[in-house]
């Protein structure tokens, strides 16, 4: 091992010095016999006495420190002249440092001014700098004679040396990379006998073109670092504004500046400088960019690059993603994978899991242990040991499940002849691990102070001797299975199996993954009843990094939110007005004060979001969407937030000036506070805030009612077309050849006056002057009946696209006219696309919107209200009712597509057939399956329809239906149904002979087992059969 420590100098070593130790040894190359070599180490150079050998490298030109070789200490063993060494040329045993005085340019107004002294026709200057900047003059010299100028300066980072001309495009040579990396570089410039060189670092740039036949001659005047005032009447030139840096070993001509003549003002001019010292600071060691995020600075400040953390803000600090998935559902979005943050702006990373967003968020996190897996051959001496490691880490999960409400997994135990618990003695035979590492005996259903499963429970144990069915130990399969809902135990790290040792003795489990739902964070909320109220918790301590999260909702003009005090610092933030929230704060440089003002009220009582950051670099205060407000922090300034009080919420130490409202969520670091718990105790302040349906209301669409919960909201859609956590899953369906969808409003007009039904709107003695009707639909077919109202009067309304493709509106309020006709004909409305349609109907008068853009207002003439309204059909009309031809032609031939969200005020018939929640009046008929309506342009709207779960339980297809479109002599079509007709038989065949199989497998097995045992085993069976034929781990995937 070679330990060294270099510093480099221009006068101790002569370029050739090196530095020689000879060694001779045997080296045993594990063969019969050994051989000798000769080992020379060399130092300093490559020594090759009467060869003739080129090197590609130069001798090192240096001081070398601390020189070991094996631990023997070279450079002592050369100054004792010890035989095995051997010095060449000039070496000298200590390390002196050339005296130089290094300069600092404080500002871009810096600069250097000095005389030409060399007397020479040339320009010549050498010197060495350090910078943070990416740009910068270096040095300009003006040429006589030529009307021309050298400038010397960095652009991004790299050195640029330009000829520069009045009236031409300037000529630049380019040198070195990543300049500003706060390290010395040196510089040599050489213009000489029309010829102009650049070198960095010892390293010689391509020379510039010829600078033509005049002779180089400089003005008298170098200027380095910048230029002094246009007053002074000098011609310097600056592009890139002045350096910012350190100069040292400056010298003009070959002769060194002495800057201590510079500094006594006996030589040159200069302006903002700091001489005899190298004033650049390291400003991103430490780092104070958080999360990963890449420092990089200049001479005043740095800069932090967050780029791919999941972090932003001026130090990485505020995560980009949300920290649970209820907080997703509640920024309107909807089931899928997101990014989870449960710390915010902690040190925990975010995480990819599933947010299932129903009416109850659930958070869905899987592991790699979702198999069911198969166990034998174990004992308590060799047990078996089954891990879940997960797609977060455990400081990940912890954090998500203390935010959730509530958290479960689905444990599934099947046993045949393998317990569960010695029935002897008690010992557990397995058991499972969850996070604090400690043995569970406890399984799905049951709680960790009983050693029970679910059916020990509930008392419905096969044997009720035992708390769980596999420890009645019976030599046929079954099972245990319930939820593990402690959420202090959660997640399931490991599952240890010592009983499958026995003759027959086997066992299989499976393990669900984690679910958590709900908040509790994110619903934290306490009410503030008088201006003197107020919570108080610990001192706050965010002194490099802070930030403070809360909504709040409030009638008052104005109030505190939050305060605490140190010495002389202090952070407060505040409702200044009703329009105005404001953020102060003092770290030891004076307050200061951030403030939102908004074009609308705060004081509406509803929700409004505030988020303040204060970090070395700037305070930010962001109120809503509204435009964040920053104050920059002072440079080189106080930068700790040094707190000793307590943290008052919702009011002040003095007890003057407190907050009247509800404050929610309040988090500071990404700690939530628990304001329930402490408002529990605390007089005047009540947990909990009601009144969320003002703020969040606007989530729930296409009808859907928000209604209040002791914590949040959610969603009524029992009078939408549409349905999930916002009513925004619009359902629609795919109707078959002579199918119809008929929602009755009551059977017999004379039972309607004591209907207690939704629909007894509609009907009985009320009049219906009005309606709103919206569906959307996507056919080819003509004619085609969409929609068909009707009465006991014989009124009807009939939505229809007649035979040239129209698209008509048919209204009859009074029997003994005929109907008013409403025709669009501007296209085809059976053209495969999708379309959307309102009809709004006051009255007399009707407004009708196609497609968001076509509107028309009509005037009927047939009356104004509807009596009696009967019901409402999709599709084919079955029953023949007075009604005009086309609509008869139309509703004869029924409707063939697709129809989607179709709502006749709070009536949702195609809701009601697919998706019920109580009973309905509705029918379905024929071939109706839910579906969506979405298809590529062109295509064929009834063949590319995709079904997926409903089927016809309510009715027949009409078998004096005539079949005339089915009955073809194209024999492609003969040929194609007898290939249907032979699979059929093909399929019944298959399904009679595994029938028979499993007959015959059940004979076998005992004559009589409980229904329990039974069902176990057939589920046990059915997987591990597929399990054997396919892989031994057959995948299961939950969503």
């Known amino acids: 091992m070679i330990s060294i420590g270099i510093q480099c100098s221009s006068s101790v070593w002569a370029n050739k010095s090196t530095l020689q130790w000879t060694n001779t040894g045997i080296i045993s190359m594990h063969r019969e016999n050994s051989i000798s070599r000769i080992l020379i180490m060399s130092f300093g150079g490559i020594p090759a006495p009467g060869k003739s050998v080129s090197f590609p490298h130069r001798n090192f030109h240096g001081c070398l420190e601390n020189l070991y070789y094996n631990g023997v200490d070279i450079i002592d063993l050369a100054k004792q002249q010890k035989p095995q060494l051997i010095a060449m040329g000039n070496v000298s045993f200590s390390c002196s440092q050339p005296q130089s005085m290094p300069v600092t340019f404080l500002s871009s107004r810096s600069y250097l001014a000095l005389p030409d002294f060399s007397g020479e026709e040339e320009v010549s200057a050498t010197f060495q700098f350090r910078t943070w900047n990416k740009a910068g003059l270096l040095l300009f010299s003006e040429l006589q004679l030529v009307s021309r100028g050298i400038l010397l300066f960095l652009s991004d980072g790299k050195l640029k040396l330009n000829l520069y001309q009045p009236g031409k495009l300037p000529s630049d040579i380019t040198a070195g990379v990543g300049l500003n990396d706060g390290q010395w570089h040196s ?53 890139l504004g002045g350096f910012q ?29 700091q001489i005899d010292s190298c004033g650049i600071s390291d400003r991103c060691s430490p780092n104070y960019c958080e999360h990963g995020g890449e420092c990089s600075q200049s001479w005043s400040a740095f800069h932090c690059n967050c780029t791919n953390t999941g972090y932003r803000g001026a130090t990485c600090h505020n995560s980009i993603y949300e920290q649970s998935c209820e907080a997703y559902k509640h920024r309107g979005n909807t089931s899928g994978f997101y990014y989870i943050d449960s710390d915010g702006s902690g040190p925990l990373e975010p995480f990819l899991l599933y947010c299932n967003m129903t009416e109850t968020t659930w958070t869905i996190i899987q592991h790699n242990g979702s198999d069911l897996t198969r166990v034998r051959n174990t004992n308590p001496e060799n047990p078996y040991a089954g891990f879940f490691e997960y797609v977060a880490s455990m400081e990940q999960l912890q954090a998500t499940i203390n935010r959730a409400e509530h958290c479960e997994q689905e444990f599934t135990y099947y046993c045949k002849k393998s317990r569960l618990v010695n029935k002897q003695d008690g010992t557990p ?61 959660l997640p399931v790290t490991k599952i240890v199996i010592t009983d499958t040792g026995r003759l027959h003795s086997e066992a299989a489990y499976k393990l669900g993954p984690l679910l958590c ?40 003009s104005s109030g505190v939110f939050l305060e605490n005090l140190g010495i002389t610092d ?33 004081n509406d009582n509803q929700w409004h979001h505030v988020r303040i950051e204060r970090n070395m670099k700037e305070a930010t205060l962001q109120v809503d969407q509204l435009t964040p407000k920053t104050q920059p922090a002072p440079a080189d300034g106080h930068v700790l937030l040094q707190l000793n009080s307590q943290l008052f919420v919702g009011g002040t130490a003095t007890r003057q000036r407190g907050f009247l409202g509800c404050i929610r969520s309040l988090q500071l670091n990404g700690m939530t506070l628990d304001l329930e718990e402490r408002a529990q105790v605390t007089p005047e302040v009540q947990p909990g805030c009601r009144g969320h349906c003002s703020s969040y209301g606007k989530l729930c669409r296409n009808g859907g009612k928000c209604r209040e919960r002791p914590i949040g909201f959610f969603c009524d859609c029992t009078f939408s077309a549409y349905t999930g956590p916002f009513c925004s899953n619009e359902i629609s369906a795919y109707f078959g050849s002579g199918s119809s969808v008929i929602y009755n409003f009551q059977e017999n007009y004379l039972l309607s006056k004591n209907s207690s039904s939704h629909a007894a709107s509609f009907h009985g003695d009320m009049k219906l002057s009005r309606e709103m009707i919206k569906f959307s639909f996507r056919t080819t077919r003509t004619p085609s009946l969409l929609l068909f109202v009707s009465s006991f009067y014989k009124e009807y309304l009939s939505v229809i696209i007649a035979k040239n493709g129209s698209f008509q509106i048919r209204y009859k309020l009074n029997r003994y006219q005929d109907p008013d006709v409403v025709n669009f004909d501007f296209k085809n409305m059976a053209d495969g696309q999708l379309h959307h349609i309102v009809i709004n109907r006051e009255e007399g008068v009707v407004f009708i919107e196609i497609d968001n853009n076509t509107r028309r207002q009509v005037h009927l003439s047939s009356g104004t209200e509807f009596s009696a309204v009967k019901s409402l059909v999709l599709g084919r009309i079955l029953e023949h009712s007075d009604v005009d031809q086309e609509t008869a032609l139309a509703g004869a031939q029924g409707f063939t597509g697709c129809l989607s969200a179709v709502q006749l005020s709070h009536v949702a ?64 079509v003969i040929g194609g149904l007898i290939a249907v007709v032979i699979f059929i038989l093909l399929c019944i065949t298959a399904i009679a002979v595994r029938i028979y199989q499993q007959k015959r497998l059940y004979k076998r097995s005992e004559a009589k087992r409980s229904e329990n045992v039974d069902s176990a085993e057939a589920v046990l069976k059915s997987e591990l059969n597929i399990q054997n034929a396919v892989n031994e781990n057959q995948k299961e995937y939950f969503f």
């Open 187 to 239: 510089v040599s410039l050489s213009a000489k006998k029309n010829h102009l060189s650049v070198a960095v670092d010892g390293q010689l740039a391509s020379a510039a073109p010829p600078l033509g036949p005049e002779q180089i001659y400089s003005d008298g005047t170098y200027y380095f670092g910048g230029c002094p005032d246009k007053s002074f009447g000098s011609k310097c030139k600056s592009p």
């Open 245 to 273: 840096g350190c100069m040292r070993l400056i010298s003009i001509g070959g002769r060194v500046v002495d800057l201590i003549s510079v500094q006594q003002g006996s030589l040159g001019n200069f302006s903002d400088l």
């Open 429 to 489: 035979l397995s058991w499972w691990v969850g996070r604090t590492n400690e043995t569970q005996t406890y399984w799905g259903g049951s709680s960790p102070d009983l050693q029970k499963c679910s059916c020990g429970l509930e008392g419905n144990c096969i044997d009720s001797q035992y708390y769980c069915n596999c420890d009645a130990d019976r030599n046929e399969w079954t099972n245990d299975t319930g939820l593990l809902s402690y959420k202090e135990h």
């Open 517 to 556: 739902r709900g908040d509790r964070s994110f619903w934290n909320s306490a009410s503030f009843d008088t201006e003197a109220s107020y919570l108080h918790f610990p001192t706050f301590h965010g002194e490099l990094s802070a930030d403070v999260s809360f909504f709040f909702k409030t009638t008052a």
């Open 570 to 602: 202090f952070i407060r933030i505040e409702l200044r007005s009703p329009t105005v929230v404001t953020f102060s704060f003092d770290v030891g440089n004076g307050p200061f004060e951030i403030s939102v003002q908004s074009p609308t009220h705060f």
């Open 909 to 972: 018939p195609l809701k009601a057939a697919l998706h019920p929640s109580h009973p309905d009046p509705v029918t379905v008929i024929g071939h109706v399956t839910e579906s969506s309506c979405v298809a590529q342009p062109g295509t064929d709207a009834t063949s590319r329809e995709r079904t997926h779960s409903f089927s016809d339980h309510s009715g027949t297809i009409d078998d004096k239906e005539p079949l005339a479109n089915a009955i073809k002599s194209d024999s492609a």
